[in-house]
């Protein structure tokens, strides 16, 4: 929450190579408090000085992305208006690119039922669009489907942020490739994608030591769930 420390946070990754710099504003933490995270919403102003560091550190890099992720507000900060001058405010510093996580967050709630109380409204994000077209606003927020997908870029969001259902059905990836980039990847299937995968996980697993709760988390759990639906799941899933 030091734009000093922003500055130098953002020309740390940009000299190891990085390209793309988010602040969020987002995470509804236990943590974050005190100008943390989803905090950082009740403070517009400081919101816009460390983006105007994160502008002034990549001032002299080329083909670098800066963005911000936020909600549609926090605790009482929950109407339009409020997202609106945030906004507002935010982009005079030079960030055009705003990832909407389509529902407040309520601090004090556990993040995971942050994820699900509150309610969600995409409306906000289609409203932003139509108010300031020079923006770029990716949505988040109880994507499931190549449905909601279509339905969200007809209103002109630049794109959409999925979570949760990847990891519950990653082979939903596939489809997106096929329906929304138009992307024929012939007759990939399930059976090929986890035999690459296997080669991926040898490598990894002959990678430096780590404990394998990490490597499990890193490396297995992405691709658990892409037999969902198919015979013997439950079996593949155990081995």
């Known amino acids: ?36 995270g989803v905090c950082l919403m009740k403070d517009p102003p ?36 409020y997202l609106r001058s945030f906004i507002q405010t935010v982009s005079s510093a030079g960030i055009s690119h705003f990832i909407i996580h389509a529902r407040k967050a309520i601090l004090g709630l556990k993040s995971r039922k ?55 059905n990653p082979w939903m990836l596939h489809h997106i490739e096929k329906s929304v980039f138009q992307n024929d990847q012939g007759d990939l299937d399930k059976k090929k994608v986890l035999e690459k995968y296997a080669e991926f996980v040898l490598s990894e697993a002959q990678g430096p030591s780590s404990n394998f709760k990490s490597f499990e988390n890193r490396v297995i759990t992405p691709i658990r769930d892409i037999v969902g639906g198919n015979k013997n799941a439950k079996i593949y899933r155990k081995i």
Do not use: W
């Open 1 to 36: 929450n030091k734009p000093e420390e922003m500055y130098k946070a953002t020309k740390l990754s940009l000299e190891y190579g990085y390209r793309k710099v988010n602040l969020n504003c987002g995470c509804p933490s236990d943590r974050a408090v005190d100008h943390h």
């Open 114 to 168: 942050n994820l699900q109380v509150p309610e969600i409204n995409y409306q906000y994000t289609y409203q932003l669009v139509k108010e300031f077209p020079a923006l770029q606003f990716t949505l988040n927020g109880a994507i499931t489907s190549l449905l909601d997908i279509q339905t969200h870029l007809k209103h002109g969001v630049k794109g959409v942020m999925i979570g949760r259902e990847i990891q519950r």
């Open 46 to 81: 400081l919101v816009r000085s460390l983006c105007a560091a994160m502008v002034d550190a990549s001032s002299s890099y080329k083909g670098v992305e800066l963005s911000l992720k936020c909600r549609n507000g926090v605790d009482s900060f929950e109407s339009y208006d």
